[in-house]
């Protein structure tokens, strides 16, 4: 038994010093660096806790924190239902289904610069798509400078947003509801079951993991947005768009400031570690229940 489990440690020692090298290594350093004045170029200054005051008595911060929360519930709000129904019936055996799936499943092949630079042409007011036709129809009093709106602008980003990753969410719920037994809606059914309560007390209850594991990536996934928005509106108009990750690149390599960039990464690592344990923690995830529960 010894010798196994020595076998087994040579046996993890490569990932695990990747794991140090590439994940833990970097993100110590970037908690070091938040603590410093530093410009990249000259010597830092050690500064302890300043940058972390700064950004808590820096209304434009405090702004991006609140976009950045506001982001992730409405992604959540947003993706969270469409991605379980659609899930739901691409699971089924509805005629043409493949078809639509296929077709559905596009913008996962296309990489964020790509999405952001085709939805900014749409979008243009001058000679977007959307707008031409609008004016076209006779409805030109809808045609807007959908991304140069404060009132729009987000709106308009997290739609794009959802529009590409729904997609993904959709076949972890359709794997998801592919494997309920079907006995259990053949019972039901037999019991005078409607499809809404089949839904309630079946079909929700069996994807709870599909939909933590959803949660937890849209949630966390919604800290990281950078490249669509940075193409599509800079931040603007004014600090409309301004998310805590644009704010980080903007102070760390804009402005030249290593050492606060590096504390908003740390803030934006220390708010997605909180989302994942909440969730998990409040979600029961973390025993593993069957999800076959009540098959037999």
Same mark, same amino acid.
């Given at each position: 038994?010894?010798?196994?489990?020595?076998?087994?440690?040579?046996?993890?020692?490569?990932?695990?010093?990747?794991?140090? &090298?590439?994940?833990?290594?970097?993100?110590?350093?970037?908690?070091?660096?938040?603590?410093?004045?530093?410009?990249?170029?000259?010597?830092?200054?050690?500064?302890?806790?300043?940058?972390?005051?700064?950004?808590?008595?820096?209304? !434009?911060?405090?702004?991006?924190?609140?976009?950045?929360?506001?982001?992730?519930?409405?992604?959540?709000?947003?993706?969270?239902?469409?991605?379980?129904?659609?899930?739901?019936?691409?699971?089924?055996?509805?005629?043409?289904?493949?078809?639509?799936?296929?077709?559905?499943?596009?913008?996962?092949?296309?990489?964020?610069?790509?999405?952001?630079?085709?939805?900014?042409?749409?979008?243009?007011?001058?000679?977007?798509?959307?707008?031409?036709?609008?004016?076209?129809?006779?409805?030109?009093?809808?045609?807007?400078?959908?991304?140069?709106?404060?009132?729009?602008?987000?709106?308009?980003?997290?739609?794009?947003?959802?529009?590409?990753?729904?997609?993904?969410?959709?076949?972890?719920?359709?794997?998801?509801?592919?494997?309920?037994?079907?006995?259990?809606?053949?019972?039901?059914?037999?019991?005078?079951?409607?499809?809404?309560?089949?839904?309630?007390?079946?079909?929700?209850?069996?994807?709870?993991?599909?939909?933590?594991?959803?949660?937890? &990536?849209?949630?966390?996934?919604?800290?990281?947005?950078?490249?669509?928005?940075?193409? &599509?509106?800079?931040?603007?108009?004014?600090?409309?768009?301004?998310?805590?990750?644009?704010?980080?690149?903007?102070?760390?390599?804009?402005?030249?400031?290593?050492?606060?960039?590096?504390?908003?990464? !740390?803030?934006?690592?220390?708010?997605?570690?909180?989302?994942?344990? !909440?969730?998990?923690?409040?979600?029961?995830?973390?025993?593993?229940?069957?999800?076959?529960?009540?098959?037999?």
């Amino acid at each position: 038994m010894h010798t196994r489990n020595r076998s087994g440690f040579w046996y993890l020692l490569p990932a695990a010093a990747l794991f140090v &090298l590439f994940a833990i290594g970097p993100m110590a350093y970037g908690i070091y660096v938040s603590f410093l004045k530093w410009n990249g170029l000259t010597a830092p200054l050690w500064v302890g806790l300043a940058n972390w005051a700064r950004f808590f008595r820096d209304p !434009v911060a405090l702004h991006s924190l609140t976009l950045t929360i506001y982001v992730m519930l409405l992604s959540w709000v947003v993706q969270t239902p469409l991605s379980m129904a659609l899930g739901i019936y691409l699971a089924g055996k509805q005629k043409h289904r493949q078809v639509i799936a296929v077709g559905y499943f596009l913008p996962l092949l296309f990489s964020s610069v790509a999405i952001a630079l085709v939805w900014s042409s749409i979008l243009n007011p001058n000679f977007g798509l959307l707008d031409n036709l609008l004016n076209a129809v006779g409805l030109s009093s809808l045609a807007l400078d959908w991304l140069g709106s404060t009132r729009l602008a987000l709106p308009v980003l997290i739609a794009i947003v959802s529009w590409q990753y729904i997609p993904f969410h959709t076949l972890l719920y359709q794997a998801g509801a592919q494997q309920i037994p079907a006995s259990l809606y053949e019972a039901a059914h037999l019991d005078g079951a409607s499809p809404g309560q089949r839904f309630l007390h079946i079909t929700l209850p069996q994807l709870r993991y599909t939909l933590v594991t959803s949660s937890v &990536l849209i949630l966390s996934g919604s800290l990281t947005f950078f490249d669509l928005i940075y193409i &599509l509106t800079g931040g603007g108009p004014g600090h409309a768009t301004q998310v805590l990750t644009l704010m980080m690149y903007q102070k760390a390599f804009q402005s030249q400031n290593l050492g606060y960039g590096s504390m908003i990464g !740390v803030l934006l690592a220390l708010i997605g570690l909180a989302l994942t344990l !909440v969730t998990l923690r409040f979600s029961g995830f973390r025993r593993m229940e069957s999800q076959a529960e009540g098959a037999a």
